[in-house]
Every structure is written in C-alpha cells, then in structure tokens.
C-alpha cells in the first residue's frame, strides 16, 4: 500500500510541476529565453547542497538561491543593459562549480538527476500549492508580457509596469524549477520549461492553443518520464526528457510533412491555373 501511495503522489507532483513549467514556459520561448531557463536550473544546486550539509530541506536551499538569483539578475540587467543570458550563464557556471564542490558525494546523483521515489503527502500538497499559484500569477500577468515583448514602449504607455512584470515572471520560474527538481533533477529540469514550449509552437496557430498545448505536454513529458522511471527502475530526470524530445521530434517531423505538401499542393494549382498538363 505504502508503494501505492508513492505512486499516486509522484504522478501527481509531476503532473503538476509538468502543467506550470509547460505554461511558464510558453512565455520563455516567446521572449527568446530557452537558455536562461536551463541555466537557472543549474543556479540551484548549491543550495541543494546547503540543505543536505545542514539539514534542512533542500528544497528550500534551492529556492532560496533561485530567488537570490533571480533578484541579482533583474537588478543587474536593468544596471548594466546586457542580455540577461549573459548575466544568468555567468551565474549558471559559477553556481555549478560550487554546488558538486560542496554536495556529499552520495547525493550527487539524486541533486542532479532527481529522486521521486521518497516524496510524502506533505511534499505533494506543497508542490500542487506551489504550481498552482504560479500558473495562475503568470495567467494574469502573461498579456502584458506578450506586449511588453510586442513593444515595451506601447506596454509602457498602456500603465504596464515592464520591469516589475519581469521580475514577478523570473521569480515565478524560479519557483517551478524548485519544485521540478525532485522529478528531474538540477541538471535536467529545465527541459521542463523549454521542450514542452517549443513542441507546442511546432503545432499552434494562436496564442491560446499555444499556451495550453505548452502546459498538457509538460504534463505527459514529466508524467512519462516518472512512470517510465519507476518500471525501469532507472533515475526519473533523464527518462522525463526523453519522453519530451520524442514528442518533440515528432512534432518536427508531421511539421516538415505538412509545410512540403502544402507546398506541393501550391504548385500543383499554379500548374493548372497554367493550363499545364496536369489542368486536364
């Protein structure tokens, strides 16, 4: 009963955290920001290692160190005007250097691939709580976001506050790539936040479809990859991507298909409004 309950509850956790970093996500791809996803991730793992050190959850190490982050980062920015993924590659290095000094060795595996196995209810109410919460604050802020990626100018003069919108988004995927690192680990979660987004803009035509597809593939990519992981018996994070880059791939694929017939459907109509051979 005790594997059971296990189970349900990892579904669930990653169900979830696949459902808010897929929506959160969908944002990331539209402001060009796939690499900073995947190298705040990586900003998590000395805190990680502070929580094992210390004994205390590493959970909240490694938020508090993405939120520490993402603050830097925001403040930084809007100092220096560089690109953001010049600021968070410089940190994603220096955070990753010091993480796998720092974290005992046993536990090197699970920081960095994930571990689902020991999750409790406690973790499952606080991770559906945390995703929740995220989707929700990013549903309300992500029309301004989009606009202020249209034109921070005409978002600016519609009484759209840019920076502080920037930071809340920062913080928010700061906060799904903590929860995420139980399923997929610090140097894999932030596939959760990239693949899922990019697949669904392979095959959405408006900006809804975009963003809901974006969330119900993080949900199966980060589902898969834990059910996977538990008939395997094999660390869920590298199962969870995967998954994900097969759907990916495909998507890929029934894209190319579509764009060369509709290219040769385009042809074929040009050749009989020719009067060619084929007009007949």
């Given amino acids: 009963m005790r594997t059971t309950h296990f189970s349900v509850f990892s579904l669930t956790i990653a169900a979830f955290v696949g459902l808010s970093a897929g929506y959160l996500g969908s944002l990331m791809i539209l402001k060009r920001m796939a690499l900073v996803g995947d190298a705040l991730s990586h900003v ?5 290692a502070l929580g094992i050190l210390f004994n205390f959850s590493p959970f909240i190490g490694a938020f508090a160190l993405l939120f520490a982050s993402a603050l830097i980062v925001w403040h930084v920015e809007r100092i220096t005007k560089l690109y953001i993924e010049t600021l968070v590659g410089a940190m994603f290095t220096l955070a990753l250097a010091v993480g796998i000094l720092i974290i ?3 536990d090197l595996l699970e920081a960095l691939f994930g571990d689902i196995t020991k999750v409790t209810l406690l973790d499952t109410i606080i991770t559906v709580t945390v995703a929740v919460t995220a989707l929700l ?3 309300a802020i992500y029309k301004k976001m989009v606009l202020g990626m249209i034109s921070e100018e005409l978002a600016t003069s519609s009484g759209i506050n840019v920076a502080r919108n920037n930071l809340l988004y920062l913080l ?3 906060l799904v790539v903590a929860i995420g690192i139980r399923i997929a680990g610090s140097l894999l979660v932030g596939f959760l936040v990239i693949v899922p987004a990019a697949t669904a803009k392979n095959a959405s035509s408006n900006l809804f479809r975009y963003s809901l597809l974006s969330s119900i593939l993080g949900v199966f990519s980060a589902s898969s990859g ?3 992981s538990g008939y395997f018996e094999l660390p869920p994070g590298p ?3 995967l998954s994900g880059i097969a759907i990916f791939v495909a998507s890929v694929i029934v894209r190319w298909v579509s764009i060369h017939l509709g290219r040769d459907q385009r042809r074929l109509v040009y050749t009989r409004g020719q009067g060619g051979p084929s007009a007949e």
């Fill in 137 to 139: 604050l990013t549903r």
């Fill in 44 to 48: 998590a793992l000395p805190g990680l």
């Fill in 172 to 174: 928010l995927v700061s």
């Fill in 226 to 228: 834990v059910v996977l």
């Fill in 239 to 241: 199962l969870v991507v």
């Fill in 104 to 106: 005992p060795e046993p």
